[in-house]
């Protein structure tokens, strides 16, 4: 699955709400949804630059929807191709490595950051606002993506 628009981002993105965010590990009022919010604000408040970074807090739980029971890995590597021509090679690059467990080599500061919000944002009782307020962050994302796209 490729994700053609925006919008279609978004409705995938609201479809997390109920998902389990890890069904395995029983947890409890956190579901997908809830979980990328919370990822991508405390993101946005550790590095309010760096909106590539923040969108792929928010997109990096995905696969569990699109492939659901396939392992934190696999579902990684369906999420990164998911978002790969929308939001850019960067954001399908972060999602892609933010589950692996040193099979890419050492992580970079932004995997890094990636995998503390995350981690973070299971048990932080933060607001982290409502879907909607990210809609234009991720026109941004795809607008700059679509224009790296057609210089190449």
């Known amino acids: 699955m490729e994700l053609r628009g925006v919008e279609e981002l978004m409705d ?7 998902a389990a965010l890890t069904p395995d590990r029983g947890d409890r ?3 997908l949804h809830d979980h990328a919010l919370r990822t991508a ?5 550790r590095r309010p630059a760096d909106k590539e970074l ?7 739980g995905l696969g569990r929807l699109l492939r659901p029971g396939a392992g934190i890995e696999r579902g990684a590597d369906r999420a990164a191709a998911a978002v790969r021509a929308l939001l850019g090679d960067r954001v399908a690059r972060l999602v892609r490595a933010y589950p692996a467990n040193g099979n890419d080599g050492p992580a970079d500061d932004d995997v890094q950051s990636l995998r503390q919000a995350s981690e973070e944002a299971r048990t932080a009782g933060l607001d982290a606002g409502v879907l909607e307020d990210w809609r234009t962050v991720l026109e941004l994302v795809a607008a700059g ?6 210089v190449d």
């Open 12 to 18: 995938l993105l609201y479809a997390c709400r109920g």
């Open 41 to 45: 604000a405390l993101l946005r408040r």
């Open 29 to 31: 009022g956190a579901d």
């Open 54 to 60: 923040q969108v792929a807090g928010l997109v990096h």
């Open 145 to 150: 993506s679509a224009r790296l796209g057609a």
